[in-house]
């Protein structure tokens, strides 16, 4: 079969551009992937870090909890006590700092939306307790 130069030209052309295109789109595709496997990365770290650091709160609250018990701290040592206040249950510090985490990932932070983020966090916490105290008297 014989095709006309201008017609060989135009399905060079064609070509050529279907070539470019498509490793266009496919790179776009994968710097768009890229950017999605490192946000997933990031906030991934961040939520492990929040986990870790709630544990290390719950096991400092734990140890003030402790100390301020008056078979660890007797009174002949004329040392006043710490406040008695109860650890909190590690789950409830656990929300609390992965709710956190998820406030600080945000792109958009801002003093208020934090402050928002808080008290929605808080306001969760206690009407669980309160659901809690409800079914377990």
């Known amino acids: 079969?014989?095709?006309?130069?201008?017609?060989?030209?135009?399905?060079?052309?064609v070509s050529l551009f279907s070539v470019l295109a498509g490793a266009c789109i496919a790179s776009i595709a994968q710097a768009f992937n890229g950017w999605r496997e490192r946000a997933a990365a990031n906030r991934r770290h961040l939520?492990?870090?929040?986990?870790?650091l709630a544990i290390k709160q719950w096991e400092h609250e734990l140890s003030v909890e402790e100390a301020s018990r008056p078979d660890v701290m007797p009174d002949s040592m004329n040392v006043p006590k710490p406040p008695?206040?109860?650890?909190?249950?590690l789950r409830v510090v656990m929300f609390e700092m992965l709710r956190f985490a998820d406030a600080v990932s945000d792109n958009k932070l801002t003093a208020r939306s934090l402050a928002n983020h808080i008290a929605d966090t808080t306001s969760v916490l206690d009407s669980a307790s309160s659901d809690s105290q409800i079914r377990n008297p």
């Open 1 to 13: 079969m014989h095709l006309d130069p201008a017609v060989k030209e135009y399905l060079w052309y």
């Open 47 to 52: 939520r492990d870090l929040a986990v870790q």
């Open 84 to 89: 008695s206040k109860p650890a909190r249950p």
